[in-house]
């Protein structure tokens, strides 16, 4: 697998340029299963919905703020904390004090429009408390911590949650959207890389009741263009969307692991599948 390769689709993955929740959440305050987003044959309409709107907007700004410096630190940071278990271990931990502190928010807001972009498909917690039975057994939750970075996303989240309630929206934007992305394709290589069987240790990337990404995107997509928000708004919710991406690559730099082994291990593992020896 090419570096290079590996950054166009991660640069869409940081950006949520490509992609696109019913955990303790207040009866009614989530989408349910009866949207049309769950549908396999959801029609398309003419015009893309994000070509206009906030969606252009988030799109386009957190693309082009994005140096090849910073993906380049995403992609060498997500092989970090493919190198070994311990390391992914760390990665996932540090997700599930985000998601954590993000979807309790989201649960308590008062924030309309933060609450009309939270659907249970989405809803990151519950897989993420399966990928830390795994790692940790049952008790995990008394031995874990934040680490600096996770604490200071945290901390992020807990400040505009108080201040600025309608930023959650960059924070669903960023998150969910990008690790529905790349969920398929960063599961998989958690798998092979550390050789993690039946979805053990990777339920957190598995979006196991959206059957079509592609229309659930499009209508998401949708929903954003039609919160009403003033301009000033929309410009904060696409800064916010960049510190996400910093905030991001701050977990994913604290990791400790060689890139470069991880990236070896999938490329040997990838040939060996060619050549018939696994």
């Not at 009866?27 to 398309?44: D, F």
Request: hydrophobic share 40%; with cysteine; charged share 20%.
């Amino acid at each position: 697998m090419k570096l290079a390769t590996v950054l166009v689709v991660f640069q869409g993955y940081c950006a949520s340029s490509h992609a696109f929740v019913a955990h303790n959440a207040p009866q009614g305050r989530q989408h349910q299963g009866t949207s049309t987003l769950y549908s396999t044959e959801a029609a398309v309409e003419e015009t893309n919905p994000r070509l206009l709107g906030l969606a252009l907007m988030l799109d386009d700004g957190t693309r082009k703020s994005h140096s090849m410096a910073e993906n380049t630190q995403f992609v060498t940071g997500f092989f970090k904390g493919l190198a070994s278990r311990d390391s992914y271990r760390a990665l996932i931990t540090s997700l599930f004090f985000v998601y954590d502190r993000m979807e309790k928010e989201m649960d308590n807001t008062g924030e309309d429009r933060v609450q009309a972009m939270d659907y249970a498909a989405l809803r990151r917690l519950p897989p993420l408390k399966k990928d830390m039975d795994f790692f940790y057994g049952s008790d995990w939750e008394g031995k874990i911590q934040p680490s600096p970075a996770a604490a200071a996303y945290v901390a992020r989240i807990q400040e505009i949650a108080e201040t600025k309630p309608y930023l959650l929206v960059a924070h669903q934007y960023t998150r969910y959207l990008g690790d529905l992305f790349g969920g398929q394709m960063m599961g998989g290589m958690a798998s092979r890389s550390l050789d993690l069987a039946n979805g053990d240790g990777t339920a957190f990337y598995n979006f196991e009741d959206i059957p079509s990404a592609n229309n659930f995107i499009t209508e998401w997509y949708e929903s954003l263009n039609a919160l009403d928000l003033t301009n000033e708004q929309k410009e904060e919710i696409v800064d916010e969307a960049n510190m996400v991406f910093a905030l991001n690559i701050d977990l994913l730099q604290e990791l400790e692991g060689s890139p470069v082994k991880a990236m070896l291990t999938l490329a040997i593992k990838g040939l060996k599948k060619k050549l018939g020896f696994a």
